[in-house]
């Protein structure tokens, strides 16, 4: 399948990101229709089903038009800037065993075509905190960070502090928005367990990921 819902990166602008999805739908087969209706106006580059198919529905070259309205490290159209992956999962469910492993090998091959860091790699809810969760709590980030597909963090030790942790927060890539969705957000990709107010684990968390990814570090080529 082919989705008619895509057109030319602007502004002469190439991958720099890719962008994690749900579909939230009943199936693959659903998924696929809906990223290919003209009508809907949505599409991704990819979409991987439960049993591990993989559709490729945009050429990556190409801008799809999964991404909407956000912002990432301080920069819009992001639907320019990225490749989206859409999983077949239901947003509730944990990620199927062969959605996973057919997952590593895309995002391994574009990481290495696009020139795309593993901070690079993202999810929806990252760049449009408030109006999108996907892929939600129940992925495995971690596992994808173990194998250089993804970044992720086990930092401990720091006082729970809010304006470092905003700052902390904003060097890794986050937008404007108020202390309780931030943290939410935050939560959701690197402690989706974690209750309660923000803690000293949130702290030295995204201290570690600003280190070692901050916009300003990686602007210079640390």
Known sequence: ???PNF??????LRPELVVLHY???ADCAAAARALCDPAREVSAH????RDGDVLELVAPQMRA???GKGQWR???DVNSRS????????GRSPFSEPLMAALEPLLGKLLEDWHIPPHGVIAHSDMAPGRKIDPGRRFDWKRLARQGLAVWSDARGAEADKAAFRRDATAFGYGAMDDDLLLEVVRMRFRPWATGPLDGEDCALMAD????????????GA
């Open 1 to 3: 399948m082919k989705s």
């Open 7 to 12: 057109g030319e990166r602007r502004d002469g």
């Open 23 to 25: 579909t939230a739908m």
């Open 46 to 49: 990819y979409l991987i089903g």
């Open 65 to 67: 038009w999964h991404a």
């Open 74 to 76: 301080g920069r819009g």
């Open 83 to 90: 490749i989206g992956i859409e999983l077949d999962n239901d």
């Open 209 to 220: 990921l600003a280190r070692r990814y901050g916009v300003e570090r990686t602007t210079k």
